[in-house]
Structure formats: C-alpha cells, structure tokens
C-alpha cells in the first residue's frame, strides 16, 4: 500500500506558531534580565502600567485589564510588590471598598535601572528590521482575530 504524503501545513497555523514562538524568545530574554532583580515578567508589567499612569491611582481592576497576560493572579502579584515596597496598595478616599495602587520611588528606581537592559534587548532581537517593516507587522497583527 502506497502512503500518503503528509497534508501540507496551513500557513495560517505556520503564522501563529511564529509568532507565539517568538514571543516566548522575547519574553525568556526579558525574564533573564529581570530574575537578576527578583523580578517576574508578570511584575515588571504591573510596575510599567503605574507608572504609566504618572502618579494617578489605578484601581486592581484597571492593572488586570491593561496586563500582558491576562490572567487571574493579579492580586498575588500585586501582594508580592507591595511586600517587596514597589508598590503600595491604598483605600480609596471616595469609596473605602475601592483599593488603589501607586508605583513607589523604589518601583520607580528598579524600572530606571531596568529600562536601558530591556531596551537593549529589544533593539537586539529587533536588529534585522527597519522601524518602517516594524511599524507595518505592528499593523498587520492588529488584523488578526480584528
């Protein structure tokens, strides 16, 4: 009996598997640089969102939603920060229900220190593509699921 070929794989799944592989390089790289600060990537996304924010309060709510990763150990993180004083976590004046979060001067003394080894990371695993080709795949994955 003659076998088969095997049935060609779709470039569909050749696309998503790319591109998920390679933002697990990314993100390993990342990981590296910030395991030498007791860090988690899960962390340093929390830290990045407050200080976004520029001093404004957000609520746990708010960090959830503008996470990488979505998922439901938010409050863990956050506990862990505020154990390690990068941030710190207070009741809302207006509705005591409400809890608060604020990047501390240590958080943002880490992210400072952090900042140059990231982007250096980042500009060498982008080295190979101009900003135009990245503005444009930035573009392009929009469309997907969009």
């Known amino acids: 009996m003659k076998?088969?070929?095997?049935?060609?794989?779709p470039l569909s799944r050749k696309l998503i598997t790319?591109?998920?592989k390679k933002a697990t390089e990314l993100n390993e790289a990342i990981?590296?640089?910030?395991?030498?600060?007791?860090?988690?990537t899960q962390q340093f996304n929390v830290l990045r969102i407050l200080r976004g924010?520029?001093?404004?309060?957000?609520?746990?709510?708010?960090v959830s939603k503008d996470m990488l990763h979505s998922?439901?150990?938010t409050t863990r993180v956050v506990d862990k920060l505020v154990s390690k004083n990068?941030?710190?976590?207070?009741?809302s004046p207006e509705?005591?229900?409400?809890?608060?979060?604020?990047?501390?001067?240590?958080?943002?003394?880490?992210l400072s220190r952090l900042d140059a080894r990231?982007?250096?990371i980042e500009a060498l695993l982008t080295k190979n593509i101009s900003e135009i080709e990245m503005q444009e795949l930035i573009n392009k994955l929009h469309h997907i699921n969009n």
Do not use: C, F, M, W
């Not at 076998?3 to 794989?9: E, G, L, V």
């Not at 229900?97 to 943002?108: A, K, M, P, S, V």
């Open 3 to 9: 076998k088969s070929a095997p049935a060609a794989i």
């Open 18 to 20: 790319t591109i998920i």
């Open 31 to 40: 990981a590296q640089v910030l395991k030498e600060e007791s860090l988690t």
């Open 53 to 62: 924010r520029h001093g404004e309060p957000a609520s746990l709510q708010d």
């Open 71 to 73: 998922n439901s150990n």
């Open 86 to 91: 990068y941030v710190d976590r207070i009741q």
């Open 95 to 110: 509705d005591r229900r409400q809890i608060e979060l604020t990047i501390t001067d240590n958080g943002l003394e880490l």
């Open 118 to 120: 990231v982007d250096q």
